[in-house]
């Protein structure tokens, strides 16, 4: 191997090698030398002057203390980490100070050239020192030159300045000896260059058979321990395959014919292995959907596998199947083989769907929780507000009875008033806060009246229609609660129409059995009516008919909708123990429509009021309890004007003490529901323990859950809903009074 085809790294190892080969003989070197120092120092003694010599001496002693002090340094390092240039640059530096050291001897301690015994000796010792450079200093190929050099050069230059024929030839003389000296040098260089590189060659090939035989020996193990391997996972296949409780089985690739199944697919699919083995599942009609054993086998021709692709099988038996299928391609006997593994996960995926199914209802129901908190807050102090406006205003229409413009004014009040107490009753309703008295209603009945303010509301470019249906069943709902569910029907319905269109009103009755059943499981078996609402709008995609009824989402643009309406409508049907269902494609319009359970007492309620006049007035006494004044006042001008005595108090801890005072008797308590210190129900079993049989008559604009189940109030309950009516509490009142006492 030449030096110049090297790589540098191989280079550097040399010369590393050089210069520990050089450092290795310096030892040597420094005491020859220290010998040839003090033995020309014995020549040189008096024949010059006597203060040359401790000179050169000191020079020649500080020269070899730090030669020393770099082969001491040397030896600290480690085999191959040291920097080979780095240390080769510094013995070259310090071989050349020596020599210029050894050449200083030319100009202070040589003998002068008259004495020739003394000059031949003197040059005797240089020469010897001289000569054994190449064989020292050689390992370095500029070893020998910087040493011999500067020694001979100072000697040359001497005696060539010295004159005389004498001087002369030994300044040729040492020319022809350096260049020997150099010459020999360079070949002793190349000697030992040639003997590292052979003694590595042998080291790398000693190291080449080494790692060939442990590779052989390895080779050798390996398959021993390979083969044990395959006879252990064979084994082990063996068993996995027979008694795993997956389905597994070996088919051929070319026309898929079933060659092996295990256990699992006999227990999952219910065939047997004489079914199964030659022939292919296309034959059997194992895949419920054909396309997917085309895509998935298209899948494993393309790329040698695939995992966990779910897929629908049949069963023996025709059950749905679901399955995790995952197929890998294997050669075998010649011949490409397809092995699949199908778990089946039918439970689990039921499972999940389930899962999802309670997660959503349970979102659904912290949101509606959440709503519902923030709504009775708001509606209980609006609502009594809304009975302090309605109530003043009534009682100004009853004072301007030939002032007509003063009549439209209050009426238009009331309305009004009642208007925001039905947007109030819509935030209750949405969260089944909102306390309501069903009563037996015919839809055919009840929705006429709504149309023409329907109307109004959907503008006069898209038609409203209504189609009642023939021999309509009867529901059992409270009837605000229908003008709640169709006003926010048909308003969606307004809004999904860009331009002109057309809103159908309809109803129908269904009956629901098990077939109807495995359509919508949600329905349980009976008699239903329905009511739908039909648009001709821009339709909704089956994404965002999965979120429709949640709180606050929607479609429309920010500040056009609240996201509360088709929650309100879902709130309202699951209070009544309906269901609700949208068909929509988008481009196509939607229908919505309301199951509603169909009464068995198929006799609509006779409104329930009585003749006006004299018939409403009394004259018994009455406890009336209301923590705002405003309503107290309001409350109990209108019963005085009807001739009632009240009893007037604006807390519970007051009521009682007038209960408790009061010398003659109380017919009856009207309380407020929810107040500070004490609700209306335990005022109720308070005072029923001082003054027996007292009947009592609850109203609020939130009951919170004080009253209510659900929003669904007792039919033993006395409750009217503020904001109310004039009339309607005259009423409520005398109905309370007239009830038979217990």
Known sequence: MKLSKMDENYKDRILREQV???????????????????????????????????????????????????????????????????????????????????????????????????????????????????????????????LSAPVVMAYVVQCWMEGGELGHTIAMLGVLFLLAIIIYGQKHNRFVTSVILLRFENLELLEEVRRANDSICLEIAERKLAQKTVEESEEKFRLAFRTSPDSINLNRLSDGMVIDINEGFTKITGYTREEIIGKTPLQLKIWHNPKERDRIKARVAGKGFVENVEAEFRAKDGRLLTGLVSARILRLNQEDMVLSIIRDITAWKKTEEEKKKLQKELFLAQKMESIGRLAGGVAHDFN?????????????????????????????????????????????????????????????????????MLRRMIGEDIELSWKPGTDLGKVRIDHSQIDQILVNLVVN?????????????????????????????????????????????????????GQIFEPFFTTKELGKGTGLGLSTVYGI?????????????????????????????????????????????????????????????????????????????????????????????????????????????????KLGLIRPGLKSLYMSGYTANVMSNRGILDETVNFIQKPFRKDDFAWKVRQVLDQPGE
Request: aromatic share 6%; charged share 15%; hydrophobic share 45%.
């Open 20 to 146: 520990r080969l050089a450092m290795q003989q310096l030892p040597t070197t420094l005491i020859s030398t220290l010998i040839a120092a003090f033995a020309l120092a014995w020549t040189a003694f008096g024949t010059i002057a006597t203060w040359k010599i401790p000179v050169w001496i000191s020079m020649f002693l500080a020269t070899t203390l730090a030669r020393t002090a770099l082969y001491l340094q040397f030896r600290k390092v480690r085999d191959n980490a040291f920097n080979g240039k780095h240390w080769r640059n510094h013995y070259l530096i310090f071989n050349f100070i020596a020599g210029s050291v050894w050449g200083a001897s030319a100009l202070l301690i040589l003998p002068p050239l008259n004495h020739p015994g003394l000059i031949f000796l003197f040059l005797l010792v240089i020469a010897c020192v001289v000569a054994t450079t190449p064989v020292s200093h050689s390992p370095l190929k500029l070893g020998p030159a910087a």
């Open 384 to 452: 009594n507000m809304l009975s302090v406006i309605i109530g003043r205003a009534e009682m100004a229409l009853h004072c301007s009875a030939s002032d007509y413009l003063a009549r439209q004014n209050l009426e238009e009040i009331i309305r009004t008033g009642q208007r925001s107490s039905a947007l109030t009753r819509q935030l209750l309703t949405f969260a089944s806060k909102q306390p309501t008295t069903p009563k037996i209603t015919d839809l055919n009945e009840t929705i006429p009246g709504m149309l023409s």
């Open 493 to 545: 319905a307004r809004d999904a129409i860009c331009g002109a269109g057309s809103i159908t009103v309809m109803t129908d009755n269904l009956a629901v059995d098990d077939a109807a059943r495995a359509q919508k499981p949600e329905l349980t078996p009976g008699s239903y009516v329905l009511l739908s609402v039909k648009d001709t709008g821009a339709g909704i995609s089956r994404e965002v008919c």
């Open 573 to 685: 049907v699951k209070q009544n123990d309906g269901f609700i269902d949208v068909v929509s494609q988008p481009g196509k319009g939607a229908t919505f429509t309301v199951y509603l359970p169909e009464s068995e007492n198929g006799t609509v309620a006779a409104t329930e009021s009585m003749a006006t006049g004299d018939s409403l007035t009394g004259a018994e006494t009455i406890l009336l309890v209301e923590d705002n004044e405003s309503i107290l006042d309001i409350g109990k001008s209108m019963l005085e004007a009807l001739g009632y005595t009240v009893l007037a108090s604006q807390a519970p801890a007051l009521a009682i003490n007038l209960a408790n005072i009061y010398p003659g008797d109380i017919d009856l308590l009207i309380t407020d529901v929810i107040m500070p210190g004490m609700n209306g129900r335990e005022l109720v079993e």
